[in-house]
């Protein structure tokens, strides 16, 4: 017993070691998921983000058809880098609405101008509430509401080009 | 003359890298009137995990997220909801890591449970010593 007793810090040590060791090398995970994925949108209405599209309330993102819900901000960098893709979802026949989240409708607009609209309906989340009820995290994602205004889907980041078969995918999923 | 007014200029140029052209919400920098609530709502804050940065608790951070997050905080306890609800309204969207207050969740247990172990095993060890010394 004594014998064994001895070895037990060693043992110790080297289980610690393994435990950092494997912390050291797993990829760092940080992305916060929402826990909404799979039970309907929290209730909304927010005001018109953009001069030339509708306002947007959660009533409306339950049509029976799926839907694309798009978070972004014309401050946001990496949503500049996703229009063209946002584009391409909107050409394969998807519905794309979005929030503008700590946004101004003069930049909206301007940014809009810039990037392109490939958006239906816009509401302006000036205080991030709409994005906290939402679960979300950060700009840009992309939340797929399927056809009864259920949270289908979270995309976290923006869309890659090579993203655009999946949400398409998910799209088809949710239907 | 033109060196001076060009210098001028400078100083209304906002800077391009600034998060968001909006100012912050009401409440994310300002106290509540009501002292009590002020403590509670700042209770609340120093244990809500920034969601940007990542380490930081939303009273610490200047993110302007956790500005909308405080504003938020201190309006709904203005508005007389509690502490405890405003948190597992935050921890029903992000998990239990927006919350720097440990639970009694299953996966604590071990970590609840350790200070006892140990004491005990402690206990256990003085105790062989000294029936050792006794002995001696």
């Known amino acids: 017993m004594r014998r064994l007793l001895i070895w037990l810090p060693l043992a110790l040590f080297l289980g610690f070691i393994g435990l950092f060791a494997s912390g050291l090398f797993k990829p760092d995970d940080r992305v916060i998921h929402s826990r909404l994925v799979g039970q309907p949108l929290p209730v909304f209405s927010l005001p018109a983000a953009a001069s030339d599209r509708p306002a947007l309330s959660s009533g409306q993102l339950a049509t ?6 798009n978070i972004f901000a014309s401050w946001c960098v990496p949503c500049a ?26 930049d909206v607009d301007a940014f809009l101008k810039r ?31 399927d056809g009864k ?20 995918e998910k799209l088809r999923a949710a239907q | 003359m033109r ?4 210098f001028l200029l400078m100083l209304f ?8 052209a909006l100012p912050p ?17 700042k209770a609340l804050m120093e244990t809500i995990r920034c969601l940007t940065c990542q380490s930081q608790s939303i009273a610490d951070s200047g993110a302007s997220m956790a500005g909308d997050m405080r504003s938020q905080i201190r309006e709904r306890i203005m508005a007389g909801e509690q502490p405890e609800a405003i948190r597992s309204w935050l921890i029903a969207r992000y998990g239990d890591w927006v919350s ?37």
């Open chain 1, 64 to 69: 029976g058809k799926p839907r694309l819900l």
């Open chain 1, 81 to 106: 880098a996703e229009a063209p893709q946002l584009e391409a979802l909107q050409k394969a026949g998807a519905q794309i609405d979005a929030i503008a989240i700590r946004d101004a409708r003069p």
């Open chain 1, 115 to 145: 990037y392109g609209n490939p958006y239906a309906r816009i509401g302006l989340d000036a205080r991030s509430a709409v994005q906290m009820a939402l679960g979300s995290s950060g700009v840009p994602e992309t939340f797929v509401i």
């Open chain 1, 149 to 168: 205004g259920r949270i289908a889907h979270q995309h976290i980041g923006d869309i890659r080009a090579d993203d655009v078969p999946m949400i398409l």
């Open chain 2, 3 to 6: 060196l001076i007014l060009l």
């Open chain 2, 13 to 20: 140029v906002t800077p391009l890298s600034a998060q968001t």
């Open chain 2, 25 to 41: 919400a009401p409440y994310a920098d300002r106290q509540i009137a009501d002292p009590a609530l002020e403590r509670k709502a």
């Open chain 2, 100 to 136: 720097y207050e440990p639970t009694a969740a299953p996966i604590l247990w071990p970590l609840w449970a350790a200070p006892v172990l140990l004491l005990g095993l402690g206990l256990m060890l003085l105790r062989g010593r000294i029936k050792q010394r006794k002995r001696a």
